[in-house]
């Protein structure tokens, strides 16, 4: 049986790739424009976090900082001091990313508020620092398991308000979601998502909206919209795309897809680029 979050993961494709590994000393800036997520690793030393809005954050522990979204931010050390650091982008191959957008602006995770973490850490820690052959690759996948154990600290830990994250932490709702992330096609209705929650569909139309901030219905289309153009980027035909997320031909799709989109699946297509490249540049 599909659980939340492989039913949800199971439509991105999570990708990490580490540009630092290592001692950093001074400060080391971060802008808005690589549209990726960027996730810190702190495992020694005094650093300090500098938002975009000017607040800081002073850390001294291991801890997992985790900007979900593309967001200005700097990392400094005291001066003439240096700390242990591992920095990683993320990616998860899609246009738009529920999950990364439900998330708070930021994520800060001392190592022991999340004792989970601690096994994955500190062998990402190893090969980060001993340098064995072939341990890019090892942290990279390393980083990658971190970020699902953070998505489901997040769920367990209630870190989302609203949106997505704070839907699949709700019991009742998680039910509902996890089964329309696995079959975007079937014929989704008011009626059917209520019954999936157990509720009567005045109350579950309500609580939805509440909780992810929109309607039942719009959350399908845009669930729907985001495989169509994860499949529509790799090049699948249009008339498959249709069918794989629910539409009977390939024209009520293009009508669907314009609604939302202003522009038809080809015209989308021509537009779209592919998945933003990491900067090695870096720390």
Known sequence: MLDRLTTLLNQFDLRARTYHNGPLCGSA???????????????EGQLT?????????????????LYPRPRVHS????????????????????????????????LITPLKAAPNLQVTLELLFEEAFARRCGHPGVVDRLSEVLMVQLMRYAIEQRLADAGLMAGLADARLARVLTAVHAEPARSWTLESMADEANMSRSRFSAHFKEVLGTTPAEYVTRWRMSIAKRMLRRGDPVKQVAEKVGYSDASSFGRAFAQLESSSPKEWTGLARGPHSFRDDRV
């Open 49 to 65: 976090i500098i938002d975009a809005d000017g607040s800081s954050v002073e850390l001294s522990e291991p801890t997992v900082l």
């Open 75 to 106: 990392l400094r050390t005291k001066p003439g001091k240096s700390v242990e650091l591992v920095c990683a982008a993320i990616e998860f191959g899609a246009t738009e990313n529920p999950v990364l957008r439900s998330l708070p602006h930021v």
């Open 29 to 43: 800036h971060f802008d808005e424009e690589d549209g990726v997520a960027h996730l810190h690793l702190l495992r």
